[in-house]
């Protein structure tokens, strides 16, 4: 079993930057992928970014290319996500999500996930 924690989401402007951090514990995080989901009211969930457990193979949705950047430290459980120039668009609940396979968590099958941070950038 693994726990995901989310953290550091909040209310920033447009154009700011905001850092989320989620800490997992339990299983042996290094062999897992982690990805990192959003959700706005009406809309489906979507994944934003993920990495894989081996030599950090990176996705990244069209829509966060250039300005997200997802990344992991395994000696501290623990996956980033950094948002720089934040639109109102990126306003959502962001999630992490957990898997042995990178496949899993692109395609939404993941088997563990976190209680969400919710992120508002206004205009």
């Known amino acids: 079993q693994v726990q995901l924690v989310e953290s550091g989401g909040g209310l920033v402007q447009a154009g700011g930057s905001l850092r989320l951090s989620c800490a997992a514990s339990?299983?042996?995080?290094?062999?897992?992928?982690m990805g990192w989901f959003r959700q706005a009211p009406g809309k489906e969930r979507e994944c934003v970014a993920a990495i894989g457990w081996s030599r950090g193979t990176t996705y990244y949705a069209d829509s966060v290319k250039g300005r997200f950047t997802i990344s992991r430290d395994n000696s501290k459980n623990t996956v980033y996500l950094q948002m720089n120039s934040l639109k109102p668009e990126d306003t959502a609940v962001y999630y992490c999500a957990a898997d042995g396979s990178l496949h899993s968590v692109l395609t939404g099958t993941y088997d563990y996930w976190g209680q969400g941070t919710q992120v508002t950038v206004s205009s």
């Open positions: 339990g299983r042996t995080f290094s062999r897992y992928a």
